[in-house]
DNA sequence: GAACTATTTGGCAGTTTAGCCAAATAGTTG
DNA sequence: CAACTATTTGGCTAAACTGCCAAATAGTTC
């Protein structure tokens, strides 16, 4: 019986809300099949490069990714391989928008 | 092979950005445990109910959430049940923060 | 239909975010 | 150390978000 806004809410909405950009979900789903360079996600998005530095950095912030330099270069890598698996989730949203409305709806006790 | 951000990286970055706001995920608890109307959750947030009810309209918006209407009241429900094991994966950041860096990474193929 | 309850909408001020450029930093190489 | 490469940081503007208030809407009840 939480009945109150806590810590806890507030540090796992940071995490959604480094999650809540198209390009950091591009970066996350690159970065899951391996570490990548900033310079390699860059050619990859279309955006300056200071951009994609601060969403990563954002990323980092967030502890889904975490960073690991390497001569001139810094690869990036998944922390938190587990959040890959809320696509799959979130698929059931469209799938549910689609085939609407006969969804299991919890009675009130 | 993606390499570039597409509409499943907008509609999915959407719900996650819904995600990102300690209230919104209170709102999601709440309504983990059956459908409540505006004027009960209001009671437990400390805001306006408009403020109440923009959160609850942003994440219909976005598919989680459901609602319907009985008399004068409304309640809304969790129409994504399984955003609710998100927060398992969340908790992993945390311990990843504690216990820090000895965690998997992917070597460069 | 007037008075009332529950909710949504519009609008406004303050804060945060996004993306670009320029400049700074870090490390490499000749 | 000068020139170069890779990345980060600071600063700026435009856009989006937050939360409150006031007003509008929807439905109920007398």
């Known amino acids: 019986m939480p009945s109150q806004i806590r810590g806890e809410h507030r540090s796992r909405s940071k995490v959604f809300k480094a999650l809540g950009h198209p390009t950091r979900l591009f970066l996350l789903e690159e970065l899951s099949r391996g570490e990548r360079c900033v310079c390699e996600l860059r050619d990859m998005v279309h955006a300056d490069i200071s951009t994609v530095s601060k ?4 990323l980092k912030e967030a502890g889904v990714v975490s960073d690991r330099k390497e001569g001139l270069k810094v690869f990036y890598s998944l922390r938190i391989p587990c959040v890959m698996k809320f696509f799959d989730c979130l698929d059931e ?3 549910a928008s ?3 409305c006969a969804s299991s709806r919890k009675p009130r006790p």
């Open 93 to 95: 949203v469209e799938r």
């Open 98 to 100: 689609a085939s609407c």
């Open 55 to 58: 969403h990563l950095s954002l």
